[in-house]
């Protein structure tokens, strides 16, 4: 398996890496993205979604790999998205992976109530594998997010997807996302805590 460290930059023209809007705005500025450290990266071209941080950070595109997705009734109340039990709601789990490298980075499981989705925006999570971030920029979606949770904890059997032990740990956090004054999903991400502390 290739680090993303180790890509060089023709391998990385052979893939959209960013927004053509912000490619765009970087060459009027005369500003090369690969001499930018990731940091740099990371102000000048997030929005604030994990996809994109991730992007600018690795200087790699994400994809995601869909492990499971299923429309369920709920078992029990969920007050965060304002629920009781027998609404349907999507359950969703996927990892965000590096699309050269075909490294994991990010383990995610989503509970999303569609019907307070649009029809268009349902139609593309379900059946396409363009990760939430990018459909919400791609609809124009207007959107706010809570974090409601955050916690560490072994990885267990989450440790295949990142070749770890099954000690290790694995951090998280929990978030709400409302769009329209109401809450439309709830999102929990986790990585190993052995990531992102140098560059890969």
Do not use: C
Not at 128 to 143: A, C, N, Q, V, Y
Request: glycine content about 2%.
């Amino acid at each position: 398996m290739m680090p993303a460290s180790a890509i060089n930059e023709k391998q990385i023209n052979q893939y959209e890496l960013m927004r053509p809007d912000l490619d765009d705005s970087l060459a009027r500025n005369h500003i090369e993205a690969s001499k930018l450290s990731p940091f740099q990266r990371i102000l000048l071209t997030t929005d604030g979604t994990v996809t994109e941080i991730l992007e600018a950070y690795l200087f790699e595109p994400m994809r995601i790999v869909k492990l499971s997705e299923e429309i369920a009734a709920t078992k029990q109340d969920i007050p965060y998205l304002n629920l009781k039990v027998g609404n349907e709601v999507i359950d969703r789990k996927i990892l965000l992976q590096g699309k050269i490298s075909r490294k994991n980075f990010i383990y995610a499981e989503s509970i999303i109530v569609p019907d307070r989705l649009e029809p268009k925006f349902r139609d593309q999570l379900l059946n396409s594998k363009i990760p939430i971030g990018k459909l919400w920029l791609e609809h124009r979606s207007e959107t706010f997010k809570e974090i409601v949770d955050s916690s560490q904890e072994p990885a267990e059997k989450l440790s295949d997807y990142f070749q770890i032990s099954k000690e290790d740990k694995m951090l998280s956090r929990t978030y709400r996302v409302f769009s329209n004054r109401q809450p439309i999903m709830m999102i929990t991400e986790k990585f190993p805590a052995s990531y992102f502390v140098k560059d890969f």
